[in-house]
């Protein structure tokens, strides 16, 4: 599985629709709006590198209020945090 992260600027009045509409896209995970330099946030997630162009450069990046991308690919996880959550399901602490 291939991660990259998409910092994301879009037009200040549509970020709300236009998270919504980049959330749609396949292979994006999940879409955060953020504090800072950059309005929003999008995790892809694919299986091959090749599918990053698919998504991101010939479908998030022409959602029409995006402004400007930069993407991140992620080498490594080192987080635990899905591991932990997936064997907590089900149990009550």
């Known amino acids: ?10 037009d200040a009045s549509r ?3 236009t ?3 980049i959330s749609a896209i ?3 995970s ?10 929003l ?7 091959k590198h090749e599918e990053l162009a698919d998504v991101i450069a010939d479908r998030l990046s ?7 991308t ?12 899905d591991l932990d959550a997936a064997f907590s399901l089900g149990f009550e602490q």
């Open 30 to 39: 999940e879409v955060y709006s953020v504090t800072g330099e950059w309005d």
């Open 70 to 81: 930069t993407t991140h690919i992620a080498f490594r996880a080192y987080s635990k945090h």
């Open 15 to 17: 970020i709300p629709e």
């Open 41 to 47: 946030i999008a995790v892809a997630r694919v299986a």
């Open 1 to 10: 599985m291939i991660t990259a992260f998409v910092l994301i600027k879009t």
């Open 26 to 28: 396949k292979g994006i």
């Open 62 to 68: 022409k959602v029409p209020a995006v402004v400007h």
């Open 19 to 21: 998270a919504e509409e």
